[in-house]
């Protein structure tokens, strides 16, 4: 594979370029591509139904050596897990959570995936772990049934979420059929990060900079001498954030940092191996002189400040030195003033408030964006230098610390962090996303106020009527100690030297040893083998089976909807408000009709969540029966990669969604499901909300592509994409498309093979390296 370009190309071109397995139409740049996925990460919440729908299609995984499995959003982090007397279900109590990382283990066992058991050491977030283990490497296609994929383009990989159909695809096939994303530029001016500053708010500023819909469409590569001095971790966090920003993914060029980084990690090549010839690889992988840009921001670092969000949506942030917005704040933005007006009320707050004078109940440390060794470094290096009497957890504060993993775990157990963050009265916690997305337990109280690592403070993301505020690592023990949100450069007094060893944390290089251990012997629950059996050899087939086949076919055929069009009034409609977290706990496609907008469906009662808030449009008539749903407000179904907020759609009737953009894996995910989403002008949306306020019943005609207010008699037009419109129309599976091309795949794996051996781990995954990979027996 030639490692050389005519002209001058981006870092997100050459990756692109070097995946394409199959063009059907060179001459057409928005035809859609097959892409070769090199590295692919599951975990147990967006798996179940793609193995259901590989196992009931008579297909197996294609490449299991080239995927890593671990469960981490539903895993309670209470401690326990190594106890001799562990029983899965005695520990994960919940049974929907239970039932999801059952399902897990039985399909990589089924599989044959490598895979990190709840009690494996080696257990964590999933996109911790990618880059821990050095699964995943520069120049690699990598992704993941999880948004913040993302993360992994700090190695110079193209890193990226998908939905569980997709994920189904890349099992069955190792490849996507993908649409290529334009290339934006974030050049950041300066040569360092300001004192007591982050990638975190570094981070935070550019959202609130492009605001959440600025990078759709778009690959982000961050560059400049301000990313060239972030430690790789660091990097990690600015490019998990990405996805907040409404891009498909997020990149920085690999350098020495990068190689050394990596280098004799537990998945890396060894020289034989390869690395050497991998390493003059990745020294090509940057972006070319003189290449082009779709977009391009320029952002001067000397304006970043430590910064915290005062909203609901990652871009809505301030710097701490700053106030809370008022309504009265954008006279001029209509539907701003009344998107604050809500966002104020749901958070406890009127406007104007200094953000120093916001207190705080809890404080949260962890997630995929803060929770690796150099976070909790940085962190307990604020709580050294305030010293044992200023560094205690306010009273009647609650903080806890969730390590990413638990190599990071022991990594700061060895380093004595896990002390200091005891002695200062945090709870030191299993790994685990925790309360980032609040599905295991670890949750907020209504009305509680959060200062959190995480990467999302949604409505209700981190527990019903919780009130969530991000920050940087060092800023929320900040937070923990005086009970308020604070400028951490005013609590602890930096020099640039002090700064090195505080902020920073110190740079280790050595890899921690426990890398490399054996996981801890795991006892097995009894269970019928018959759970576990292998497809026979007769069962790998290139097509679903006819009757199933034509099912799915079916399911996801669009040709014209009728009926009555539900307005939604509102901008950044996410995926937690469509589906929110804990009702993603299921193993099937169907029966997400209730969860649809459920927070604002329902009232907010634990016990029984039935009574309707009938002030909400979808609880009045005609819009209970709604087949259409227009939103007038930009960025629709932006947030996570969960398809569940499509099925929740289908469940409910809705076939078709009208707004003015949307999220780039929803759009994905909605496609895969035979839902059909219209872009339309922001003036045209409004327009047609307006009508179907009326009740009047409406068509959208993918045929002739046109939209008729029936009450009215007005035709809107529209386009589709001719490829997009052709796989609504014929109800088209995209696996069986692939798999029509299978002779492709497997002479682009015979060029790899040979091009990038480096890249290869069958060979690898035999004798004790594959024991060491997969661990130890299941958890029953």
């Not at 897990?104 to 911790?128: A, W």
């Not at 159909?165 to 649409?179: D, I, K, M």
């Not at 629950?525 to 097509?543: G, I």
């Not at 780039?664 to 496609?671: A, R, T």
């Amino acid at each position: 594979m030639d490692t050389h370009d005519r002209e001058p190309t981006t870092l997100y071109d050459k990756i692109w370029s070097k995946h394409v397995v199959y063009d059907p139409d060179p001459a057409d740049a928005n035809t859609p591509k097959l892409i070769y996925i090199d590295r692919h990460l599951v975990h147990e919440v967006s798996s179940p139904q793609a193995f259901d729908g590989l196992w009931s299609a008579n297909r197996s995984v294609r490449r299991p050596d080239c995927t890593l499995a671990t469960a981490d959003h539903n895993v309670p982090t209470s401690p326990g897990r190594f106890t001799s007397s562990f029983k899965t279900s005695e520990y994960i109590k919940e049974p929907a959570s239970r039932a999801q990382y059952t399902a897990l283990e039985k399909n990589v066992r089924k599989s044959g995936i490598p895979y990190f058991s709840l009690r494996d050491t080696r257990q964590g977030i999933v996109h911790v772990i990618g880059g821990e283990q050095g699964f995943i490497l520069p120049g690699a296609v990598a992704v993941c049934g999880d948004s913040h994929t993302s993360t992994l383009g700090a190695f110079g990989a193209l890193a990226f979420g998908i939905g569980t159909s997709e994920v189904e695809h890349v099992l069955a096939t190792q490849t996507l059929r993908l649409r290529k994303s334009k290339n934006m530029r974030i050049l950041i001016r300066s040569t360092h990060l300001p004192l007591g500053v982050t990638s975190k708010d570094l981070i935070l500023h550019i959202i609130r900079t492009i605001g959440t819909a600025g990078g759709t469409g778009h690959v982000i590569e961050y560059a400049g001498d301000v990313v060239k001095s972030l430690s790789v971790e660091a990097r990690m966090t600015m490019c998990n954030m990405s996805i907040e920003a409404g891009a498909r993914a997020g990149l920085v060029a690999p350098d020495e940092k990068t190689v050394e980084y990596l280098r004799g990690r537990p998945f890396v090549p060894s020289v034989e191996e390869g690395w050497d010839e991998a390493v003059e690889y990745w020294k090509t992988l940057r972006s070319d002189e003189g290449a082009k840009w779709d977009k391009e921001v320029v952002i001067d670092v000397e304006e970043v400040e430590p910064t915290v969000t005062w909203g609901t949506s990652p871009e809505d942030n301030v710097p701490i030195s700053g106030n809370v917005p008022r309504p009265e704040d954008f006279p001029n933005n209509p539907s701003k003033t009344d998107g604050v007006k809500k966002t104020l009320e749901y958070m406890g707050m009127k406007g104007g408030e200094k953000m120093v004078d916001i207190k705080i109940d809890k404080v949260f440390l962890g997630s995929c964006t803060n929770s690796r060794i150099e976070d909790l470094r940085t962190a307990a290096g604020v709580l050294l230098a305030l010293g044992a009497e200023k560094g205690k957890v306010a009273e009647g504060m609650r903080a806890m610390v969730v390590p990413g993993s638990g190599i990071v775990k022991r990594q700061a157990e060895a380093e004595g962090l896990d002390v200091i963050f005891q002695r200062a009265g945090f709870e030191w916690r299993e790994p685990g996303c925790s309360m980032c997305i609040g599905l295991n337990g670890d949750q907020l109280n209504s009305g509680e106020r959060c200062a959190s690592t995480s990467n999302r403070n949604f409505k209700d993301r981190q527990g019903t009527g919780g009130r969530t505020h991000l920050v940087s690592p060092a800023m929320a023990v900040g937070a923990a100690v005086t009970g308020r949100l604070v400028d951490v450069r005013n609590l602890v007094k930096l020099g640039k030297e002090k700064e090195k060893e505080i902020i920073k944390g110190k740079m280790g290089t050595d890899l921690p040893a426990t890398l490399f251990d054996d996981p801890s012997p795991m006892p097995v629950d009894n269970l019928d083998e018959e759970h576990f059996s292998k497809p026979d050899d007769t069962s790998t087939a290139t097509s679903g089976s006819g009757s199933n086949a034509d099912s799915r076919r079916d399911s996801r055929r669009f040709t014209s909807v009728h009926g009555v069009a539900v307005p939604i009034r509102m901008e950044n409609v996410d995926t937690d408000m469509l589906v929110p977290a804990p009702l993603l706990k299921g193993l099937n496609k169907s029966g997400f009709a209730r969860a649809l907008f459920n927070r604002f469906r329902f009232k907010t009662n634990p016990d029984t969540n039935k009574e309707e808030e009938l002030d909400f449009v979808l609880n009045k008539e005609p819009f209970r029966r709604a087949k259409i749903m227009i939103c007038d407000g930009r960025n629709f179904g932006c947030g996570s990669s969960r398809e569940h907020a499509v099925w929740a759609l289908r469940d409910f009737g809705i076939t078709c969604v009208i707004a003015p953009s949307f999220g780039d894996i929803f759009f994905n995910n909605s496609l895969q499901n035979g839902v059909l989403l219209v872009v339309l002008s922001q003036s045209t949306c409004e327009e047609l909300a307006t009508y179907a306020e009326t009740g009047g019943e409406m068509e959208v005609d993918l045929v002739k592509e046109k939209i008729r207010c029936l009450g009215q008699d007005k035709v809107f037009s529209f386009k589709v994409d001719p490829n997009n419109r052709d796989r609504l129309l014929k109800g088209l599976d995209d696996i069986d498309l692939t798999l029509s091309v299978e002779k492709k795949i497997s002479e682009y794996e015979a060029r790899r093979k040979e091009g990038w051996r480096w890249l290869e781990l069958m060979s690898r995954l035999d004798g004790n390296f594959k024991k060491r990979v997969i661990g130890g027996s299941m958890e029953w």
